[in-house]
């Protein structure tokens, strides 16, 4: 499979971005044999050096010690309410003030980037191979397959995802492994349109009619030939649709579906605090909703720079 | 090959009928989707949650009660039956009996409904002119400060949930400002003007959402229509900068932006289920989010639906559009 490699990270991705694809392909054959590392190098030096990049990977890293060390560095135990000291506005002993159990809002921002850094990149690396599997089917066997799956795919996408997982999770009853099977699922239906879409186009190429004169089975020619060579826009869609997939989890954990409380979550955070805006009481709501908009950002930032060096 | 008539729009000699092939072979696709959309939908209500009544009902009711509660709704009959009873109920106006307020659906749906769409015509009002004018003016000033600010802004802004932009909105215009009221609900008999004034800061978490890619689209036009050679032929044939831009670039340059308009009605329909939730604005999506917390699967159903139903129009009239207005199209119909 190809998303093993993936990973989940900003530095893994950076690795296998510029693996193979035909921009590196096209450039190699140019430049001669071997030529191919070279460019691959190149490519991650262009990424290192873009700055939008690196404000993307810092943030990103930001939150992921956050996730992984969160509770070590805290100022204050997430969970432990003093009902002496609620609803107080910032200040020196709780710089992002308290919530409305005396909680410290600060520790539970830290703290509550552990479930949305777990489910978005696992509902997206689970969209991605499911979306390669199907895409690779669609575009190489053509036919009523594809017609009969593409007819499905776009009953679905008449619907924005977050509504069709909200259907979903609500049938199959909240929890976090279904919300990363409906979000990969959608998802996967949507990265099958770029795959089908890239796979149509290679297996008219001399080395598809080749592998099969050789009498290769049809798994060889989709995983083995077609696979490497599609894997660019495979990895672009990686990272958009990881930006999506934050987007969808904020969502749903914000309407409920998520971690339950008192478990620190941002999107759980803002739906349990969100009706005390009106008096007044904004730092509950307002601080969880800046570290969702730096998480998208940050992961737009990074997705945003790969796509342009992987085209480039 | 289905599913790939999107672009393929009639280009072959006799276009008068092939157009019309088109638009039949169009509207008849969009029709075979909502069949599927409907099973799908309804697939997923009434065969994901097992036994609709236990669901309802929950682990305390006895045996006897579900069974009751089942066979009372018909829920005890084949499925083929009861997709059948439901699609043939739907087609004459009847969605359902609301399990949570045991009367029919259409009696909260279509009112909701009516509250969404004024909440989504009040977006549509701001963003539609905005973002136009916002990628007009990025494509004008192509490669400098300006268009780098409105791209990077309006791409930024559209990642954004709704409840986080809304979030922020609330803070600096209701909170800090005072200048704009924290929910969507005027007081009872206000008039036309006062409601607007409450649902301002409700939309624009939609208007942020669409922005980005309506005057990422209008740009692309722009540019492209200011690339061509009929604009450099009317530049160089001594035509104001003025008459260049309003008489031959804009009028071929928001060709796609009709499109993508009418392509992001359904997103924005979405976003409601959100937006509303925020604001406590009981329009559709709030109407679906409290069946969600009910297990109210046929008001749930029947509000997904209409959202999958009216975003599938919306594509197709953007189809129709994008093909009457494309000249070399609308050409060969007339000859």
Not at chain 1, 53 to 73: D, E, H, P, Q, T
Not at chain 1, 230 to 245: D, H, K, N, Q, S
Not at chain 2, 10 to 32: H, N, Q, S
Request: overall charge neutral.
């Amino acid at each position: 499979m190809v998303t093993t490699e993936t990973g989940d990270g900003a530095g893994v991705v950076l690795e296998t971005v510029p693996l193979r694809d035909d921009v590196a392909e096209e450039k190699a054959a140019r430049l001669g044999a071997g030529s191919a590392k070279r460019i691959r190098k190149e490519q991650v030096r262009l990424l290192v050096r873009s700055g939008p990049f690196l404000v993307g990977a810092a943030i990103l890293l930001f939150w992921i010690v956050c996730a992984i060390f969160g509770r070590l560095f805290a100022p204050d135990n997430p969970l432990s309410q003093n009902l002496l000291a609620i609803n107080e506005a910032p200040s020196a002993a709780h710089l992002f003030g308290t919530d409305n159990l005396g909680r410290d809002v600060l520790s539970r921002v830290i703290v509550g980037s552990q479930e949305i850094l777990v489910v978005a990149p696992v509902a997206t690396l689970l969209g991605t191979v499911v979306g390669t599997v199907l895409g690779l089917l669609q575009g190489y066997y053509r036919g009523w397959l594809d017609s009969v799956t593409g007819r499905v795919v776009d009953a679905f996408l008449a619907l924005p995802v977050v509504i069709v997982a909200f259907l979903f999770i609500v049938a199959a009853g909240a929890s976090v492994p279904t919300l990363i099977v409906v979000i990969g699922l959608g998802f996967g239906l949507v990265i099958s349109r770029t795959v089908r879409t890239a796979v149509l186009q290679e297996r008219e190429l001399d080395y598809v009619a080749a592998a099969r004169l050789r009498g290769e089975n049809a798994f060889h020619t989709m995983f083995v030939e077609i696979l490497p060579n599609v894997l660019g826009p495979i990895i672009v869609e990686f990272t958009v649709r990881l930006g999506y997939a934050i987007f969808a989890v904020a969502t749903l954990s914000f309407l409920g579906f998520g971690i339950q409380p008192p478990t620190p979550d941002w999107g759980a955070d803002i739906a349990a605090t969100y009706q005390f805006l009106a008096a007044g009481y904004w730092w509950e709501t307002l601080f969880p909703a800046l570290a969702i908009a730096s998480l998208i950002t940050a992961v737009n930032l990074i997705g945003d720079s790969i796509e342009s060096v992987v085209i480039q | 090959m289905l599913w790939a008539t999107l672009a393929e729009a009639p280009e072959g000699p006799g276009g008068g009928p092939a157009l019309k092939t088109y638009l039949l072979k169009r509207i008849g696709l969009a029709v075979l989707t909502a069949v599927l959309l409907s099973i799908i939908i309804f697939l997923a209500g009434q065969v994901l949650p097992g036994n609709p009544g236990r669901a309802v009902l929950g682990h305390t009711a006895s045996q006897a009660a579900v069974a009751a509660f089942n066979r009372k709704l018909g829920l005890d009959r084949p499925l083929a039956v009861q997709y059948w009873s439901w699609l043939t109920g739907l087609l004459h106006g009847n969605l359902g009996i609301s399990y949570q307020y045991q009367a029919p659906v259409s009696q909260f749906l279509w009112p909701a409904a009516l509250k969404s769409l004024k909440l989504a015509a009040v977006a549509f009002v701001i963003v539609v002119p905005l973002s136009i004018l916002g990628g007009v003016i990025a494509a004008l000033n192509r490669g400098r400060a300006v268009d780098r600010i409105i791209s990077t802004t309006g791409l930024s802004l559209s990642t954004l949930p709704e409840f986080v932009s809304g979030i922020v909105l609330i803070v600096v215009f209701a909170i800090e400002l005072k200048v704009l009221p924290s929910t969507a609900n005027p007081p009872q008999g206000a008039g036309l003007l006062t409601q607007l004034h409450y649902l301002i800061l409700p939309a624009f978490p939609l208007v942020f959402v669409l922005f980005g890619y309506i005057a990422r689209m209008t740009r692309a036009g722009t540019v492209e229509a200011l690339e061509s050679d009929y604009v450099r032929t009317a530049t160089l044939k001594g035509l104001s900068r003025r008459t260049v831009i309003f008489r031959h670039t804009l009028r071929n340059s928001l060709l796609p932006t009709i499109t993508v308009i009418a392509t992001q009605t359904g997103y924005l329909i979405g976003g409601l289920v959100v937006t509303e939730t925020l604001f406590n604005y009981p329009g559709l999506g709030r109407l679906i989010f409290s069946a969600a917390q009910f297990k109210d699967f046929p008001m749930l159903e029947a509000g997904i639906l209409v959202i999958g139903v009216v975003y599938l129009v919306a594509t197709l009239v953007a189809d129709v559009i994008a093909t009457l207005l494309n000249p070399r199209v609308r050409l060969q119909g007339a000859d």
